[in-house]
């Protein structure tokens, strides 16, 4: 039988970790549809308060960590229209989730 210290233990060494992601914005590029707003499973994208060289506001990132952060899912850079926006993975310790 399992003891309840060492179930803490499997669980510790076995704890799953939040995939996290970067994200690059090419501001120039963003027409500013919102498609990657929208479509954003975590809501970590709003529309930002600067105007490009098109007069469109791109996105920016708003991140809340432990819980509202980018989980690198890609959604965003594969709904863009404009190829405006990407993801790459950021590497995490356990202990910073």
């Given at each position: 039988m399992v003891t309840e210290a060492e179930k803490q233990r499997l669980l510790e060494r076995e704890a799953a970790t939040i995939p996290r992601g970067d994200v690059y914005i090419v501001e120039e590029r963003c027409k500013g549809c919102g498609l990657c707003i929208a479509f954003c499973p975590k809501k970590v994208l709003v529309e930002s308060d600067r105007i490009n060289e098109k007069g469109?506001?791109?996105?920016?990132?708003?991140?809340?960590?432990?819980?509202?952060?980018?989980?690198?899912?890609?959604?965003?850079?594969?709904?863009?229209?404009?190829?405006?926006?990407?993801?790459?993975?950021k590497k995490v310790n356990n202990s910073e989730q």
């Open positions: 469109y506001h791109p996105p920016e990132l708003v991140e809340k960590p432990p819980v509202d952060v980018c989980i690198n899912c890609g959604f965003c850079e594969r709904i863009c229209p404009d190829f405006a926006i990407f993801v790459k993975e």
